[in-house]
């Protein structure tokens, strides 16, 4: 009520405007000989001379207008339970609820005037039965009216027009502007008070002109549409059935109720209005939901062309462009000492991503070699030079008939969004060295962590007759196809190792035949379950295939890991001479100075809210988790014995990474165990699991993660263009409550970015 009373005030209010305006059986005893299609009362179809009842209208519209400060003071009343109980906000508060009441008093008191006195005098209203449906015969016209009911009624009529206006404005008024920043002097408050004790209900940053104009003209399109669609398909279309509840009367003594008695037939009808009243309130609500969709489609699309990064852009040069915004965008080169070629820096960030899919079994051998950059031997010169590969150029030339990944697979869309959206506006890189240190955050109660062998290919229960895994296998058959050609590389040189011979070697002293109907065998077991071996490595491979493609915590924390990978990735690009200082690519020195500085920027916490009531399967994938991501924290609670008798259990909150010292009992012994002031989980489930576990995090800023989240290589190389959009890179020098302080921007304090949900084929969505 509080944050949104504007969207009550928007919708209640006009939807009791309209209600009324159709509604004129209320105040209109003729109201069926005003209607053209109606033949009550007319001759040949001719409207009669009727009596004007717009007093009675517009007063009975206008108080409804009081609708509109009663919701503002509700809000204000429950915004006194959320702000500090000081003089300086309660003497606001109070203030604001003091005009709020005068305000409503002012709409409503003219209608206790109005309505005894909004009947035309001009007409003889004596004979007319109040209780009849409607009125069979038009009233008299007086020769000569009372010239003081006359004056009244001119007077009551001229009182109604004010306050409808009255009203009307204070609905705009009060839809329009936020609660905390009425009634308010327009100058800047530059002291501490004025800023740290502002009322949480009106903080909004102020909007750029292009940006405010585009946002007024999207909500000024959608209230339009709804205005008008409401009043035709809600309103007017409700009519007849309000007008009937209204007037239907039934005899008391025909229906009676054992506790009751006749009191639930007699108001039937009132009660059935009320509710279908209500429901036609919700669906004015819904209706605005509605246009926002239509409209906010219409201007995403329009902004999308403007940017250049709609799917349906007119545009063909957004992969042909792609090489030269990665040098633009996504590397620092303005502060490289030396300056090499753009086409020798943009290679290594191309192929490590190209590589990264390659490795998540995305991309097949060939699409591989499609898509890197190669070394060639030059025609002029001899020398050895890089080709960038075809696919840049293919895409915009109808001509090229190469397929460079499989038709609508995963890598199709990640290639695609990534080009995409780099034609948009990002804010300039800085080196690795100066981007500020962040932290993902995620926290974990009950999701699975790692997936079982047995719950990826037993079913799963007696009615079902697919697998989980036979499953996935159809929803990722391409990607299926390339993990079986890994792991049969895999196999074969095991076996090798081993002394013992293939299937193909043996396969070659038999007839041909023969010998593919041996390979065809051998491989079964690959195709079916992804290993034929039964020994770890193979089965956690299959596993661990199906973990990535389901709602698993190690999908999140594998590719959120990713960060780590994009920084030492960008430090060694953008730093060639360092490469050369510690004795190039692969040197065990170089992948220390790497590790040094992902460290440094980079860190992952998962706060486990049950690590330490984990069962057997539970503790030995977190474990897994720990040996494959070393760096990975994980924060979790210890509750230990109160000290006394009777007293509370002591709550420690621990931290562990994957360095920890196992101690005798297997458990990683804890850096720090900080005792807590009492039980943290306060009833919030992960918001609280999150709130202990804040204090391991470093850095200047957070990414808030769930534990069904996924991110790639290709999107976390753009982390230095994220933090940049705070634009906190150069921040002022005075402190900015200091009366000394320039007024500076509004500072951005979150950042979105849009989430693909992967799980309406695995889950219900968003799951």
């Known amino acids: 009520m509080t944050n949104f009373s504007r969207i009550w005030v928007m919708h209640v209010t006009v939807y009791w405007y309209y209600i009324i305006y159709v509604a004129n059986f209320i105040y209109d005893p003729f109201f069926e000989m005003h209607d053209v299609q109606s033949t009550v009362g007319k001759n040949q179809g001719v409207i009669p001379d009727l009596p004007n009842q717009d007093a009675k209208r517009y007063s009975l519209m206008a108080a409804g207008g009081a609708l509109a400060p009663l919701i503002c003071l509700v809000g204000t009343l429950a915004e006194m339970t959320f702000v500090p109980a000081n003089k300086h906000t309660q003497r606001a508060l109070w203030l604001r609820v003091l005009l709020f009441a005068i305000i409503l008093g002012a709409d409503v008191a003219p209608t206790f005037w109005v309505w005894p006195n909004g009947d035309d005098p001009n007409y003889d209203m004596s004979k007319v039965n109040y209780d009849a449906v409607y009125q069979?015969?038009?009233?008299?016209?007086?020769?000569?009216?009372?010239?003081?009911?006359?004056?009244?009624?001119?007077?009551?009529?001229?009182?109604?027009?004010?306050?409808?206006?009255?009203?009307?404005?204070?609905?705009?008024?009060?839809?329009?502007?936020?609660?905390?920043?009425?009634?308010?002097?327009?100058?800047?408050?530059?002291?501490?008070r004025g800023l740290i004790n502002r009322t949480f209900a009106g903080n909004f940053p102020p909007l750029k002109i292009a940006a405010r104009s585009i946002s007024l003209s999207l909500w000024g399109a959608i209230f339009l549409c709804k205005y008008v669609e409401s009043y035709f398909f809600l309103a007017l279309s409700f009519k007849d059935p309000f007008r009937w509840l209204y007037q239907f009367s039934m005899d008391p003594a025909t229906c009676t109720e054992k506790f009751l008695n006749s009191n639930l037939c007699a108001n039937q009808n009132y009660i059935t209005l009320a509710f279908m009243l209500l429901l036609d309130l919700v669906l004015f609500f819904l209706d605005t939901y509605l246009w926002y969709v239509v409209w906010n489609t219409v201007f995403s699309v329009a902004r999308?062309?403007?940017?250049?990064?709609?799917?349906?852009?007119?545009?063909?040069?957004?992969?042909?462009?792609?090489?030269?915004?990665?040098?633009?965008?996504?590397?620092?080169?303005?502060?490289?000492?030396?300056?090499?070629?753009p086409k020798v820096l943009c290679s290594q960030i191309w192929n490590a991503v190209v590589i990264s899919m390659y490795r998540e079994h995305l991309l097949s051998v060939d699409h591989v070699q499609k898509l890197l950059y190669q070394q060639v031997t030059s025609d002029e010169d001899g020398k050895r030079t890089l080709k960038p590969p075809t696919f840049f150029v293919s895409q915009d030339d109808s001509a090229f008939d190469q397929e460079f990944y499989p038709s609508h697979s995963e890598a199709e869309r990640r290639i695609s969004f990534f080009a995409q959206s780099l034609s948009s506006v990002l804010p300039e890189p800085v080196p690795v060295e100066n981007m500020p240190t962040f932290t993902v955050f995620t926290p974990h109660y009950s999701e699975k962590i790692l997936m079982s062998l047995r719950e990826i290919i037993r079913e799963s229960d007696q009615y079902t007759r697919v697998t989980v895994l036979e499953y996935l296998k159809a929803l990722h058959s391409d990607e299926w196809d390339n993990f079986v050609k890994d792991t049969k590389i895999l196999a074969e040189e095991n076996s090798s190792n081993f002394g013992q011979a293939s299937a193909y070697g043996q396969a070659f002293a038999q007839d041909a035949d023969k010998a593919e109907a041996k390979v065809k065998t051998d491989d079964l077991p690959f195709y079916t379950i992804g290993f034929k071996s039964a020994a770890p490595e193979f089965t956690l491979r299959t596993r661990i295939w199906a973990s990535l493609r389901s709602q698993t915590l190690y999908r999140t924390i594998s590719g959120f890991m990713n960060y780590a990978k994009a920084v030492k990735l960008l430090y060694r690009v953008e730093n060639p001479e360092m490469v050369h200082l510690f004795g190039g690519n692969g040197s065990e020195r170089l992948e220390q100075e790497l590790e040094r500085m992902a460290r440094r920027k980079f860190k992952f916490v998962v706060a486990m809210q049950r690590f330490l009531k984990f069962n057997k399967d539970e503790r030995e994938a977190s474990d897994f988790l720990l040996r494959t991501y070393p760096d990975l924290q994980i924060s979790y609670l210890e509750e230990m014995p109160a000290a006394e008798e009777g007293g509370q259990p002591r709550i420690y909150s621990c931290l562990i990474d994957g360095h920890s010292e196992i101690g005798a009992d297997g458990r990683r012994k804890p850096y720090y165990r900080i005792q807590l002031p009492g039980n943290p989980i306060l009833g919030d489930g992960k918001s609280d699991n999150q709130n202990h576990s804040i204090i391991f995090t470093r850095g200047e800023y957070l990414q808030l993660i769930d534990a069904n989240q996924d991110n790639y290589l290709e999107e976390c190389i753009k982390i230095r263009n994220i933090l940049g959009e705070f634009e906190e890179y150069n921040p002022p020098t005075v402190s900015p409550y200091s009366p000394a302080a320039e007024p500076q921007p509004t500072p951005v304090a979150i950042v979105g970015a849009r989430e693909f949900i992967f799980s309406e084929n695995v889950g219900i969505l968003g799951d």
């Open 304 to 341: 999308s062309f403007y940017l250049g990064v709609s799917i349906w852009t007119p545009w063909r040069n957004v992969f042909s462009r792609l090489p030269k915004r990665i040098y633009a965008k996504i590397l620092a080169t303005a502060d490289m000492e030396v300056k090499y070629k």
């Open 136 to 192: 069979s015969k038009p009233p008299n016209k007086l020769k000569t009216p009372d010239s003081g009911k006359l004056s009244t009624w001119k007077a009551a009529y001229a009182v109604a027009i004010v306050q409808f206006i009255y009203s009307v404005l204070f609905t705009m008024f009060l839809s329009l502007m936020p609660p905390t920043l009425m009634f308010k002097p327009r100058k800047k408050n530059r002291n501490s």
